[in-house]
Each structure stands twice: as C-alpha cells, then as structure tokens.
C-alpha cells in the first residue's frame, strides 16, 4: 500500500463514521486534509461541512480547534475548495469568541 492509498481508506473509514466525533477530533481532521489533498472534493466538501456545523454548535470549541480549521481550509487549493474564503469569513464569530 503506497501512503495515497492508506490515506484514501482513512477518509473513507471517517467519512462514514463523521456522526461519532466531536468538534475537536473533526478540527484535527481537517488540518489533516490539508496535507493530504483528497483528490474526491465532494467528500472534503462533506467533511467541511459537517466539521463547521459542529463547531458552530460547541460554543467551547478551543482556540487551538478553530486554528486547525482555519489551516485545514487554507492549505485547500482554490480548484478544491473554491468556497475556501467565505468559509473563513463564515468562522470569523467563533473566531472573535475564542
């Protein structure tokens, strides 16, 4: 198994089990996806989406999580993930109460 394939059935395995993490664990995640550049944007997208819900309902979310975040999204390139800046502007509250 070469690392792409690994890191592949990794996000498979999270992708299906996204419901059982909490806002932190998705945090560290997404960081995460930002090195490993998953080549299906959908499930990025899926990930994203289901991390930034759970960090919007966790009021105590860490700074450190909304760092991760932020960077996970960034590292994204923009053919990727070309909602990348209205998904930072989106966490600028989160941000402001950490």
Do not use: F, N
């Not at 690994?6 to 930002?34: K, P, Y």
């Amino acid at each position: 198994w070469g690392v792409e394939a690994m890191a592949s059935s990794l996000l498979q395995e999270i992708h299906s089990r996204l419901h059982e993490l909490d806002a932190d664990q998705l945090t560290s995640i997404v960081r995460s996806l930002g090195h490993l550049q998953p080549e299906v944007p959908e499930v990025l997208k899926q990930v994203l989406d289901h991390c930034q819900l759970k960090v919007e309902e966790d009021a105590g979310v860490s700074p450190r999580s909304l760092a991760r975040l932020c960077q996970g999204i960034a590292m994204q390139p923009s053919t990727t993930l070309p909602d990348a800046s209205e998904r930072l502007v989106s966490l600028i509250p989160q941000v402001r109460r950490a």
